[in-house]
T-cell receptor, first 116, second 116 residues
């Protein structure tokens, strides 16, 4: 049973370009979370999605950032017009469909975005 | 909003010795879940241990155990017989049990070094 799959693992973008990060949740999981980790910091929640729905985007910057989790395919975190401050590790996590917060959240290996 | 505080940015322990990592949290909720995650140099987020707030018994996983003090809102992690492979960042996390699935709230982490 494959874990949470993220790609690319490493991404380099010039300022002003777009970055797209993809996440395939664990099999049987329909809840996806995106977190950002700045250097020497903890993980900060960005957005929580279920299939075709954004449930909680309270941690998402208001501009340039968007996320989706379509009916088919992976969840996408999209950052438009990237700036140096966007350089960070972006972690995706998933949990099962059953509505219990006791369910463990499983993390992917992260995508490292470097903006030059 | 809930907050998680890890007051020890760095800790070190001799191999085979025991170390305790501190975590406190702030919440007005009575039911919730607490977690410790380990992030080794590979940056993968690995679940170490979890605790349900409604359980008085402290969780234990092999060499890892917690001291959960609900009234004090304290959730420390004890690592016994420390091994070189335990060297990592350790993050304490809180998850509300309200409204089904909810995201994790992380502390800033404690960097643990293990001295041979």
């Amino acid at each position: 049973n494959a874990g949470v799959m993220q790609n690319p693992r490493h991404l380099v973008r010039r300022r002003g370009q777009e970055a797209r990060l993809r996440c395939s949740p664990m099999k049987g999981h329909s809840h996806v979370y995106w977190y950002r980790q700045l250097p020497e910091e903890g993980l900060k929640f960005m957005v929580y999605l279920q299939k075709e729905n954004i449930i909680d985007e309270s941690g998402m910057p208001k501009e340039r950032f968007s996320a989706e989790f379509p009916k088919e395919g992976p969840s996408i975190l999209r950052i438009q017009q990237v700036v140096r401050g966007d350089s960070a590790a972006y972690f995706c996590a998933s949990s099962p469909r059953t509505g219990s917060s006791g369910n463990t959240i499983y993390f992917g290996e992260g995508s490292w975005l470097t903006v030059v | 909003a809930q907050t998680v505080t890890q007051s020890q940015p760095e800790m070190s322990v001799q191999e085979a010795e025991t170390v305790t990592l501190s975590c406190t949290y702030d919440t007005s909720e009575s039911d919730y879940y607490l977690f410790w995650y380990k992030q080794p140099p590979s940056r993968q987020m690995i679940l170490v241990i979890r605790q349900e707030a409604y359980k008085q018994q402290n969780a234990t996983e092999n060499r890892f155990s917690v001291n959960f003090q609900k009234a004090a809102k304290s959730f420390s992690l004890k690592i016994s017989d420390s091994q070189l492979g335990d060297a990592a960042m350790y993050f304490c996390a809180y998850r509300s049990s309200n409204s089904g699935n909810t995201p994790l709230v992380f502390g800033k982490g404690t960097r643990l070094s293990v001295i041979a």
